[in-house]
């Protein structure tokens, strides 16, 4: 038996397995999307579904594995591989690619396509997105068995998923709170240059958790001080809520952040001599609208503790202290920078339950980490690397604080 006949034979069978398991279409996709990548491997793979909010049907990216950002990208379904096999209902497989193969694809600029797959997605009767597998990792060709094991992947989430649910459906009913498009950052030292982020596209849709995931020096922070009005860009566009805060003044910032932000830190940055209640009645006096700080603090489980100074509690205890102060003002959106990374795996789960619950009421979250696990639980995982988001993954389950462990 081939090398060929056995790679098929150990993906038809792992596919089997997994596809059955699924609990949505959207999971499916990804769980089978992983075994492919795993088994066969390519360097980028996007799966596109249809967008019929505007006047004419476009395919837009759901999410992607590779070194590019498809945010604001978008695919027509006539004059390209990917309509084409949206509308046909058939798989194109295509090895040593011309520049007719990509015809269309203006997001392909500048790849070298070797080889390409496209296998179109169906719920039922209907037809609901696609999956573009580009360049076979190690400059293989896409052999004849493996085009059969991708097609029958298509063909497997139809038999089990005829209730045509939308790909990234939940995502995609949420609102957008936030839009950031080609943001730049440098900084200058003398005649050095150096350029931190170089060009990021994405949104913050409401109601969201979202993960900024990198190693130290990507950027990640950097775009989350942004967000949070503690930075400005050196160019690109950021929106809010509608309003254009690209370029804005030193008031402007501060309004913005009064309003709309609620921060979370590493470090707690409590004030030293003020109880925990104290701490909140602080910022709950310079705001609108405030939670009641003993609300507040009932909120992260910490009744009781309000008479406490920094100084009489745990790690955990200030933390959650600290995540009450950013609740107390009722922001948009709170967002976090590594929150856990001072604290032991207990009480890193203590506050990720805290936070989880707030979450599960409707707050919109941006949290910054390294740590993968931690990634479980987002809806969106925004991956950086050398200042540029690498990929986007969609938890189609995000797991609970409760279930994580490293």
Known sequence: MTDSKISYLKAM???????????????????????????????????????????????RP??????????TAECPLEGNIVGRVFTG???????????????????????????LECIPVAAGYDAVGCIL??????????????????????ILLSMYFDDNDAIYESMHRRSVLATMRDIRKDYRNGDIVTHVLKGV??????????????????????????IGGIDTATSGTFTFKGEDYSNPGEKVLTKYRKENIG?????????????AIQNLKY?????????????????????GKGDNYPSQMSGGQQQRVSIARALVKQPQMILADEPTAALDYETSIEVLQALEERVAAGMTLVMVTHNEEIARMANRVIRMKS???????????????????W
């Open 13 to 59: 069978k792992r596919l089997n397995a997994a596809i059955p398991e699924a609990k949505d279409l959207q999971e499916g996709l990804q769980t089978g999307l992983d075994i492919i990548l795993e088994d066969f491997g390519f360097e980028y793979a996007v799966v596109w579904y249809p967008d019929k909010s505007g006047d004419m049907e476009v395919l």
């Open 62 to 71: 759901a999410y992607w594995v590779g070194d590019f950002n498809l945010t």
């Open 89 to 115: 209902r058939s798989s194109e497989m295509h090895n040593n690619c011309d520049s007719s193969v990509t015809e269309g694809l203006d997001f392909l600029s500048g790849i070298e396509v070797r080889n």
């Open 133 to 154: 597998l580009i360049n076979r990792a190690g400059g293989a060709d896409i052999t004849e068995d493996e085009h059969n094991v991708m097609d029958m992947f298509g």
């Open 201 to 226: 596209d994405v949104d913050i849709h409401e109601g969201e958790f979202m993960v900024l995931l990198g190693e130290s020096g990507c950027g990640k922070s950097t775009l989350l001080n942004i």
């Open 263 to 275: 921060f979370i830190f590493q470090s707690y940055n409590l004030m030293p001599n003020m109880t």
């Open 283 to 303: 910022i709950a006096e310079l705001n609108k609208d405030s939670l009641d700080p003993e609300d507040a603090l009932n909120l992260v489980k910490l009744d």
């Open 387 to 405: 200042g540029v988001i690498s990929s986007i993954k969609i938890n189609p389950h995000p797991a609970k604080a409760a279930d994580l462990s």
